[in-house]
């Protein structure tokens, strides 16, 4: 009998990694919703998780790398470097809240034009998404797809925007409005001196940016079925 019991345990052991992703997520205990993915297949699910991230991905790049995509969505607008903010205050004080404000928005579109370049670099790291990573997005929190989308773009993200915003600031001659600013502040008494990298600024604050117009698009799909556009993102997530 005990002989029986235990190759019953090693049959069920063996099997376990077949069981279907439905029946994996039946056995979560922090599941948002447990009617997700019922009734599909592994494919179906992962196909329609894929989706998602597609139509989220697809719109948030086309919003933000438009014209005045980052300059005019509070959202993601890039300010003045944080760590001169102090140097943005008082040059706004001395009157150069014109020369500011020309460089802020010289940021802003260089980041615009680096955003051209993310959709593919996304989509490479949405078709290799597997069975694993759909278990985690469909039962994880309401950005699990977004963090899925981070985790295996970033580096590529980081590596795709850094010459294209650098030859978007060269473009416009950022040094033209970068230059007199802290040339002026630095010539103030008492002042730390500055002069922050602005090729990983912009493009930290581009990718930043991104994610969380990402976010913001998956956050609708879950919680508004309005969102779900075709049969595929309905049948995952309810209609």
């Known amino acids: 009998m005990k002989r029986i019991l ?18 994996q997520l039946s056995n979560q205990s922090t599941t948002t919703n447990p009617d997700l993915g019922a009734g599909l297949s592994n494919s179906e699910i992962i196909n329609g998780l ?3 991230l597609k139509v989220g991905m ?10 005045d995509g980052f300059y005019k969505n509070p959202l993601i607008k890039i300010p003045f470097p944080k760590e001169v903010s102090e140097a ?3 040059l706004r004080s001395i009157g150069m809240d014109k020369e500011v404000d020309k460089f802020v928005k010289t940021l ?25 990573d759909g278990l985690s997005i469909l039962r994880g929190g309401n950005d699990a797809a977004t963090q899925y989308l981070k985790n295996t773009s970033n580096a590529a993200l980081v590596a795709a925007f850094q010459p294209i915003v650098k030859n978007s600031l060269d ?27 602005l090729n ?13 117009l990402i976010a913001s698009e998956e956050l609708k799909i879950r919680k ?13 997530f309810g209609k």
């Open 224 to 236: 508004d079925p309005a969102e779900r556009i075709n049969d595929l993102l309905q049948s995952v």
């Open 200 to 212: 990983s600024y912009v493009t930290n604050k581009a990718i930043e940016g991104l994610f969380k």
């Open 6 to 23: 235990l190759a019953a345990l090693i049959l069920a052991s063996i099997q376990l990694p077949a069981q279907s992703l439905k029946k």
């Open 108 to 132: 802003n579109r260089a980041a615009e034009d680096a955003a051209k370049s993310a959709a593919p670099i996304f989509l490479n790291s949405i078709m290799k998404m597997n069975i694993n």
């Open 171 to 197: 473009k416009v001659n950022i040094t033209k409005y970068w230059k007199p600013l802290m040339t002026n502040y630095n010539k103030l008494p008492f002042v730390n001196k500055i002069n922050p990298d």
């Open 50 to 52: 894929k989706e998602a």
């Open 88 to 90: 943005e205050k008082t």
């Open 58 to 67: 697809n719109k948030s790049t086309a919003s933000a790398s438009k014209v």
